[in-house]
């Protein structure tokens, strides 16, 4: 009986063994080709400029080529589950903004964060209010004037239901202000409508229009945030102009973050955490950030326990938001997501 306890014992250590070996050697040839990221919305808009920069210098640091692909539709669930059900590998990855906390409420897709592992809590694209350069209103205050006065007839381009823009247009409901909204495939979309006059205004990533308000084609009326942008200090926050809002703007409205299949091996993983920690340090990316009022969600949530409880938080308040809202296809209590405590 001994003598069989003792050869248990050293083929589990010899197991153990060979098991530490091979994740060593996983993590050791990780990455030995190319990695496809999935940015799951269109061209232009705030994950695919923001993910874009982040590919290239994480290309940089793992010595592999980072190819961006866009595979947008149905608010990103479509691109989601393509990474999802990748060959859980590592070499295909998701660079994703918000949505992926409100699918299945939503009724899109049965996916949440919950399906993937988190590599990073990038940054907030401060969410902001845009009109086109001749239009009627010269401040935030005449938009919401008009809104008040004519509810439901200012039109408002969004990127989708349950998305950042479809959560701020239900807060300006609940704020007594009632826009027409409209959905388009990708924040690119959006504020080219509003130049274009099909729409009036937009809730844009401060990102994706920085640009086009610095050549003045769009004008910038407000800040849906509870601090000012540092390029624009002298623009008001949401609420110096509706008090009331001031609960509603603590939240980060476009988190965008990295992930990954939750089955990827967590040797893979944490060759793309550390890659993703120099990324940030780069000084390509803190200038990148930098110059976009980019909120960096990584210094606020630096640990993987500290992003998982972020995400929780960030469903529980949104999820919960649109339902009361009435915009959404289940309840939360469905899916076990609870109500949120504050």
């Known amino acids: 009986m001994r003598k069989t306890m003792l050869l248990v014992g050293?083929?589990?250590?010899m197991a153990a063994s060979l098991f530490g070996q091979a994740r060593q050697e996983e993590k050791a040839s990780y990455p030995s080709g190319p990695i496809t990221m999935i940015i799951p919305y269109g061209a232009g808009g705030t994950a695919d400029v923001s993910g874009r920069q982040f590919a290239a210098l994480l290309s940089k640091q793992l010595g592999q080529g980072v190819t961006v692909v866009n595979q947008g539709g149905a608010s990103g669930s479509i691109g989601c589950k393509a990474a999802r059900d990748a060959q859980p590998d590592g070499y295909t990855v998701l660079?994703?903004?918000e949505s992926l906390g409100t699918q299945r409420v939503m009724?899109?897709?049965d996916m949440s964060y919950a399906d993937f592992a988190p590599i990073m809590a990038v940054v907030n694209d401060p969410k902001v209010i845009v009109v086109a350069k001749d239009s009627k209103y010269r401040t935030f205050q005449d938009l919401l004037?008009?809104?008040?006065?004519?509810?439901g007839k200012v039109k408002?381009?969004?990127?989708?239901?349950?998305g950042s823009g479809h959560v701020q247009g239900l807060i300006m409901e609940r704020l007594g202000y009632k826009p027409a909204m409209t959905a388009y495939k990708g924040g690119n979309d959006c504020f080219l409508a509003v130049l274009s006059g099909e729409v009036?205004?937009?809730?844009?990533?401060?990102?994706t229009v920085t640009g086009y308000i610095q050549s003045g084609d769009l004008r910038l009326l407000a800040v849906s945030s509870n601090h000012h942008l540092a390029a624009y200090p002298d623009v008001p926050i949401?609420?110096?102009v509706v008090p009331e809002a001031a609960p509603y703007m603590k939240n980060a409205f476009t988190p965008l973050n990295f992930l990954v299949s939750k089955d990827v091996p967590a040797a893979i993983q944490q060759v793309l955490r550390d890659a993703s920690l120099?990324?940030?340090q780069d000084p390509a990316w803190v200038s990148f950030a930098d110059k976009n009022c980019l909120e960096k969600l990584y210094e606020e949530y630096p640990t993987i326990d500290d992003i998982k409880r972020f995400y929780a938080s960030w469903e529980s308040q949104v999820s919960w938001m649109l339902f009361d809202a009435g915009a959404t296809k289940y309840s939360p209590e469905k899916f076990g997501i609870p109500k949120p405590q504050n």
């Open 10 to 13: 050293a083929m589990a250590m």
């Open 95 to 97: 660079f994703t903004a």
């Open 107 to 109: 009724g899109l897709s």
């Open 145 to 151: 004037d008009d809104m008040k006065a004519n509810p």
């Open 156 to 162: 408002m381009s969004y990127t989708g239901p349950g």
């Open 200 to 207: 009036d205004f937009t809730n844009s990533n401060f990102a």
């Open 238 to 240: 949401f609420e110096e």
């Open 278 to 280: 120099k990324v940030v």
